[in-house]
């Protein structure tokens, strides 16, 4: 071979590389864009068609490699030939055409094509195809990995019961119960749900064996943790938080009439009704207040540290709650936010040391995703 | 083929060598023309491209600018043999051309001995070749194009390097012949020869008025200049170059489908395929300049006006408003390049 013919083959070899490499960019930059969209919109479909979990699962399947598959024939499409790679090169490297003219001379013997061969052949040797064909796909990344986000929150969306699902079993909402939907006709899961975070919570061991009057301190004492973050860092964690979350729980499915009224409801009536019954269940929960007729008069103080932790967490106005006890308002708004953060801080931990028995932890979660969707609002 | 057998017998790195000559030769002649001629720099370096691609300029300017002085010190530092026409309404062609004269020898003996003109050197100055008559024009024709006379019959070629440099003033109009348009085309670049600026004047003034005369150093010589010539005829040219090239004398045709509505609107005939050479050879002219073996499209554009100025014929509408060729190629350039860019 001519040494002609040798620089030609080697800048050909070259130039190939540097096709493959604008083909590989494209292909990636086409499957992100591609596989985002397709997952975006089948993420979309099931946000919009409450899709189970295997339907979901198989609709992001499908849609990624639908993307794949779109996004290989559309990197093989748009490939560019030999002499627009190498315009593409000279381009990037400002090398004035030399790359494509010596790309035009390869059988060309004449001192001159050599000349412009070698030339182009010492500029290509010294980068590379990385270096000049960059991928550039910081945007793309950023945007799919906001599609895959949001695709796999959907995911978990269909994975679980829907909040409001939840509120409407709580509500009575006496939807045909499925294995798809997750949601039960009979007696509310919520409910039930609530019931057993109660018991849970009142076997711990931290609660167990309280008298009354401990009760009484340990309401009095709730009421104060109420009252800043500071006095939150002292209490057991573990009782602490499981009350909590089984007072969460248990008002979650209650009436959501404002606190006035139902700390108005707890202290006329003093006997229990359909709804005393769980908050009698929390009361016990909570700070082992005895038996619900005690809730009546003190009224107490169990209910009042009911309400308290429903508002700890849902932030209800906590002044409001203080109004109902005790005719006062003694705490300031920026206290509330903090006791309402500390509340929820500490049921994050309560969800993390598994204190909430796994199976309604899904509940549990739905509700603080919705008081946090909604602002703190229940 | 020929450019490619000539090419064979050079190895790369003679090639490379002349280049480099080509360069020195470029410079030197810039330098020395810079002694006598004062200022119009890219009007010195589109001659010296003319030249180098065996081709012939056209200069139009006022009198007085120093046209001839430049023509002739581009043969006096080439050392190459100079010839100057004056061209009258009187001028025959044989004045031109040459011819047969009866002559005497010492035995008493006549014959018919060819008498060359002033054609047969290497380069001609044809001063106010627009007031020549049409017939006298014509017998520049073939010298220009196919680079020999005949005169009786007899076919004569001329010695290269060969390059004709025509001069018209563009003010006295008055008794001319205006070139016609095959002839106009014949000529590689039409360059316009602006007035010089005071400080230009200044210094022409300085040195013409003077006892101290400059004087070009002459160097090289034919057979080098022809050597260097065809260096520039073996430089490559790229694919985006010749495309560029291409559309733009495509687009100075107003019947084509991508001339730009100026061109429509104001040109009758657009440029011929001679355009495209010229545009060609001077981009590789100035490829080899820039010290590269293959032209790239930054080498096509300095060359697009002179090579087309000339070439372009206005319709009605472009006369009448005075729309000169020089604008309609500049909007042919941004139609074009502009697109090819995008």
Redesign the interface.
Known sequence: MTPAGSYAHRIEGIVRRYRSRVRAVLFVRAVLVTTTTTTAAVSAWNLLSNSTVESAATGLAVAAGAGLIASALFALHGTPTL?DTA?VI?DRLDT???V???L??LR?????????V??ALLKLTSTTPAAVVPMHITKHIAAAALCVTIALLTFARAQAPLPQQVDGAAHGDTREPGPDTGIANDDTRADVSARRVATMASQSPSTQGRDPGTSRKSATASEERVAGPADASHRDPTTSNSNEMAREAAVSKRDPSPPFERSGRGQGSGTPDDDDVTLDSVAMAGNAAGPPSTAGTGTGRSLATVEGGASQAGGVSLGELTEANTGSSALTRQRMASTVATARTQAVTALTNDDIPPGLRRYVRDYFLRLQASGGRR | MNEQRAGMTLSPEEVEEQSRTFRDCFAHLRQEIGKVFVGQQHIVDQLLLCFFCQGHALIEGAPGLGKTLLVRTLSDALSLRFARIQCTPDLMPGDVTGTNLLVESPSGHREFTFQAGPIFANIVLADELNRATPRTQAAFLEAMQERHVTVFGVTRYLDEPFSVVATQNPIEMEGTYPLPEAQLDRFFFKLRVAMPTVEELSEIVDRTTGTLHAQPAPRYGAPAVRALMEVVKQVKVSPPARQLVLHLVRATHPDAETAPEFVTKYVKYGASPRAAQAMILAAKALALLAGRFHVAVEDVLPVVVPALNHRLIRNFHGEMEQVTTEVIVRHVLDAVHGKSHA
């Open positions: 002499q315009a000279d004035r055409n030399h494509a003219a010596a035009q001379l060309d013997e004449s001192p001159m094509a050599v000349l412009v070698r030339g």
